[in-house]
Structure formats: C-alpha cells, structure tokens
C-alpha cells in the first residue's frame, strides 16, 4: 500500500481550491495476503469529489513503481450550496511477483480522506461572566461556526474598545449594561453577531477611610481607624496587605505600628473596593534600670542607678514604688536599703517604668571601746581595751599608732606601751569601722619640767608653768599634719580637747584657762602625723 499525506485543507466557498496528495510507494507490500515483490501502482480514479472538482496525476498516466514519489492534485470551485464534508476514495491497482516470479494484481481503495467545503462564518461568542464589578477582567470566547480565520470584536465602554484576538479579555470601569459585536470572517464571507445587553457592570463600593492622616501611638494605646459607611456592605481590615482576622467591623482600633486600610464589599453584587492607607506609627519606650556596681555596699555609701539617656526624657524615680522627690534626672544615688525603679516618659506622653533594682546599704558595725582602768601608768603596768558594740564583729584588727599590731586580732587587747590605740572592726556584711584613738601613757619618770617625745617632728612648750591664770601652749611643726591638741589628767583621762586641726609647717599657739580646772598635776599631749609630744603641767589656784 502506498502511503498519503491524508491532511487536506478546507475548502471555502467561493474560492478555488487546490491541494496536493503526496504519494510514495513501497519496494514490497502484500497481493491477496501474500507477501510479494512490487512492480508498479495505478491510480485509477478518485470516487465522491465535489461537483465541478478534478484531479491530476504526477507523473500523468498515474503510475509509480517500486520506491517512487508521485502527487495527486485535486482542484475545484466549491460553492455556497455545496457545504457539507466530502468522503474521498483513491481506486487504485497494486501488481508484483510472489517470490519473485509469479505476476499479482489486486485492486484496493483508500478511504481516508476528506473535503469539507465551508461557507461563510456564523458569528457566535460567550463571556465567562455575565454580572461583572467595575474594573473586573471579563474573557470572551468566540464560538463561531465554519472556521473563520479573522476577528473583529467591538466592545463599547470597555478597555479595549475593541480587538482582532480570537479570545480577547476586556474591562469596564463604568458601572451600566453594555452590548458586544463580533464580525468573524474566513475565505468564504463575514459573519457578524451583535449582543444586546449581554454583560451588566456594577458599581464598586466606596471604600474610604473617614480620615487617613498618619498617626503616632504609645505603645499599648490605640489608633481609631474608620471606614466611610456603606449599606448593606462587609468590612476587612488589613494591615500591610495582609488580613487582620476578626477585622470585620466598621472601626478598627490598630494597636501596633502598620499600614492599615479596609476593603468593603456590597452584599448585593459582590463587588468590593480598597482604601487608601493610614500609617500608624508606633513608640516603644524600654526604660532600663543599671546600678553602675554592686547593689550591695557600705553605708555611708551609695549605688548609683543610670537609666536611658536622652534629652527627649524625662524621668521620675520611686522608692518602693513611692516617689521621690526632686529625683529627676537620667541618674539617682540610692543610699538606703529599699526596691528602686525609674518611670520614663518623652514628649508624646509614652511611658515606660524600668525594672525594679534592689539595693542593700549596709550599716556599718559600732565603734565603742572600753579601757579596764586607767591609760596612764607606770613602766612594766598595762591595760586591756575591749570591744563593747553590739553585734560582734566577723574579724577585728588593733593598731598602735596607726600601724597594725601583729596577732591582735581578737575583741580585747592589752597594752603594755605607750602610744595610740584604737580598733578596726569588719561586721558579717564586709562593712569597717575604726575606733577613736586612746592614748596610752607611760609617765611615771616624768620630771616636773621634762616631757615625754616620740619622733622630732614637733616642739612643745607651755608658759607660765605651774599656772594659775591663762597659760600658752606653743607648737612648732617641722611639717605640715593633722595635729590633736589634748589635756589629760593624772591618770591618762581626757579632760578637754584643745584643737584637732590641720597645721601648716611653723610656730603654732594655743591658749588654756585653768578656770575650770581643779589644782594638780595635767599633762598636754600633741600629736601630728605619726610624732607624739607629751608635757606636764601643773595648776595652782
């Protein structure tokens, strides 16, 4: 069998119409169900063409050989009355040679191919939708009959207003009943259809915000957002394009930072419509609380609490949970035991309260000493000094002359030397506290005019001595020192202080009235720096 290109074109009334069978032939193929060798195919006839079509051969007797190409050409007029499809039939004679030598014919027909003649176009279309919003995309497919091979759609009000696609998609902006043409052509004539009224086209809601002026909030408080109302309309609010769920009313309250705007949509035409944006800009204020060290010290110490800083700031700081008076600044020493926090606020009004800091001043642990008897005595005499505050102390160290006494760490110490004593107590919480001086003499060798030294920083000397009247005490440093002027009685107690002042390097005076004083031995004692100077003196009266 040979092979055929079966594929043929339409024909259209009112054109002539030419087309090409090819044709190609086998070197072997079957005679009457036997294999056999090819000799030659011949094209006889071509059954049920359309009046006034012929055909034609190539080559022109219409016969082909073993492995060779041919053409069928059918031509014709095809008119209007002639519409309908053509079944076409080739008759044809296959010869060969069973094995080679014994002559076979066989006649055959193809069948497979047709004509169909086309008049003119029957103009037809459909939209996917027919009740439209303003600004919905509406697609339109054409539905003509008889193949046109051209369109032209009309659209009036539409974008576009009109279109040569075969499948055009158009938009109306303005609500209203429009009417749609479409003229589809071929080869064989125009055909034109018109739809009135075909596509409505509803109004989109108003979908305004009452006002969309940008506001700023505190955190926490609330942007009041509202839509313009429409009836029998929905609401969906949205933040940043994206939908806030439960955001179905016609006010909402935006309490964080965003974008906001409603979209409403009619009941009735489904058709819905975006607002504009309002921008709400939200302030968080973080207020910090930072003790600049430890939360735990000394008194009298402090711990100083930094909050934010900022010129924009103000400030107010409570004390469990009471406010401070005057504490109104970025920072605030806080010398008493007690919970602290600071409340921030900038120019807006938004406030923010720091976390609460717990502070602990403590207290520093007493002072008081006592001696077992008298600090003045004899060489080879002592006394024993003791720590009398309460709560006892965690460690204490005795000093003699503001140096450390090795090993006299405990509450009480006995001093057998002359000199200054006094005691360095630590409490439980860390805090010191150092004891005032006691000084402790070893006089009993004392002349009536000597006097006891212990460095050569200074120079004493009392006039008139024994007094009966006002005397002066002359002080010469040969260096610049805190200096305690004292006068004690026989028996090492401190009956007055005369001056405990800084002094510069040089000749000092002091005056003493005995008025007060009853008549016996007195002894002045100077100190400054680390040097001693002691001097009997007696009244008379």
């Not at 989109?204 to 009836?231: F, R």
Request: glycine content about 8%.
């Amino acid at each position: 069998m040979p092979t055929i290109d079966e594929n043929l074109p339409y024909a259209y009334a009112g054109n002539f119409y030419s087309t090409d069978i090819q044709v190609r032939t086998p070197l072997d193929t079957t005679v009457n169900g036997t294999y056999a060798t090819l000799t030659r195919v011949k094209i006889n006839s071509i059954s049920n063409l359309p009046g006034g079509f012929s055909y034609s051969c190539t080559p022109s007797n219409c016969t082909l050989g073993p492995l060779s190409n041919g053409c069928l050409n059918i031509t014709g007029n095809p008119v209007a009355s002639q519409a309908g499809t053509y079944l076409l039939e080739i008759n044809i004679t296959i010869s060969g040679k069973l094995f080679g030598i014994i002559p076979v014919t066989q006649q055959t027909k193809i069948a497979d191919y047709k004509i169909k003649i086309l008049p003119a176009p029957v103009a037809n279309f459909k939209p996917d939708k027919y009740n439209v919003c303003a600004g919905q995309a509406v697609s339109f497919t054409d539905m003509s009959s008889n193949h046109p091979t051209s369109w032209l759609w009309t659209f009036p009000g539409g974008k576009p207003s009109s279109s040569t696609l075969e499948n055009p998609v158009v938009t109306y902006d303005t609500p209203g009943d429009y009417n749609v043409t479409l003229k589809a052509t071929s080869p064989a004539g125009v055909g034109k259809k018109t739809k009135a009224l075909i596509l409505h086209v509803n109004a989109n809601p108003n979908a305004k915000l009452v006002s969309a002026v940008a506001d700023t909030i505190c955190t926490g408080d609330s942007s009041l957002t509202e839509a313009i109302q429409v009836t029998n309309a929905t609401y969906q609010w949205y933040n940043k394009g994206i939908v806030i769920p439960g955001a179905t009313k016609l006010v909402y309250y935006a309490k964080t930072g965003g974008d906001y705007a409603v979209e409403v949509t009619k009941t009735g035409s489904g058709c819905s419509a975006l607002s504009n944006d309002k921008h709400v800009k939200a302030i968080t204020l973080n207020a910090i609380n930072v003790p600049s060290g430890s939360t735990q010290v000394c008194a009298p110490g402090a711990v100083t609490l930094n909050s934010n800083t900022s010129s924009s700031l103000s400030y107010t700081w409570y004390k469990n949970n009471t406010k401070i008076a005057g504490a109104a600044s970025a920072s605030y020493k806080a010398n008493s035991t007690a919970n602290y926090k600071v409340k921030i606020q900038n120019p807006k009004g938004c406030i923010d309260f720091s976390p609460s800091v717990s502070v602990t001043i403590n207290p520093k642990p007493g002072t008081g000493i006592a001696a077992s008897g008298p600090t003045t005595f004899c060489q080879g005499g002592q006394v024993t000094f003791s720590y009398t505050a309460s709560p006892v102390g965690k460690s204490y160290q005795w000093l003699r002359n503001n140096t450390n006494i090795s090993g006299a760490t405990s509450k009480s110490f006995t001093a057998t030397k002359q000199g200054s004593y006094k005691l360095k107590i630590t409490n439980q919480q860390g805090c010191s506290a150092t004891s005032q001086n006691t000084y402790v003499t070893v006089n009993c060798r004392l002349g009536e005019d000597s006097d006891y030294a212990d460095g050569d920083m200074i120079h004493l000397s009392v006039s008139p001595n024994p007094m009966t009247d006002e005397a002066v005490i002359a002080v010469e440093l040969s260096a610049p020192g805190n200096t305690s002027i004292t006068l004690m009685d026989a028996m090492g107690r401190l009956v007055k202080t005369i001056a405990d002042i800084p002094l510069d390097a040089g000749q000092h005076e002091f005056v003493i009235n005995p008025s007060s004083l009853s008549p016996g031995i007195y002894f002045i004692k100077v100190m400054a720096g680390n040097d001693l100077r002691i001097r009997k003196i007696a009244v008379k009266k």
